[in-house]
């Protein structure tokens, strides 16, 4: 009965808290001579995916014009990331370091000398992940909606709505 009630007080609480979120396919691009770092999994193609859509593939190309974009993933399979970096044209930063591990920058730092973090873009479908790494490095961060097949393993799923509600909990209580 207890974790009942506790359950429907969280439904409530957390229905309340509606963020809505644009697709990546779908952002409105108005920066420029920025350093661009996408998030692969759930923000341009669904998780464990190598399948780009075209409207992302168009706003890649779009980001490229007045930034330096580069993915960033912490997907280690090397079959599937190189797929997706020549479908986009793209680098993959860094595979050393998963994120939020700020080391992803060193790699940068060795392309870009000194970065000023206020020029760094972090564009992803998870706040544990993309958010914190965002945190961690100065940068800003663009939370997009996530991009699901339906069919993902469970602890993706179950990941994704502790995710979730940690990052509607955060702008609830205005954090972030």
Known sequence: MFSKMI???FILVFSS????????????????????LLD?????????S???????????????????????????????????????SLKIVNLMHKKPNKRILQELSVKHGEIDPSKIIVI???????????KNIGAKFIKVERITAGYEKIHIKLFNIFDDLVYKSLRFLKKI
């Open 7 to 9: 359950l429907l007080f």
């Open 17 to 36: 808290l509606v963020v809505l979120m644009i697709k990546f396919k779908d952002l409105n691009i108005d920066f420029s001579e920025k350093i661009i």
């Open 40 to 48: 692969v999994d759930g923000t341009l193609v669904e998780d464990s």
């Open 50 to 88: 190598h399948e780009v859509e075209v409207g992302v593939v168009k706003m890649v190309d779009e980001l490229k014009l007045n930034n330096v974009v580069y993915l960033c993933t912490n997907s280690m399979d090397k079959d599937r990331n190189s797929v997706i970096e020549e479908k986009l």
């Open 124 to 134: 992803g479908d998870k706040y544990l992940t993309d958010g914190v790494f965002a």
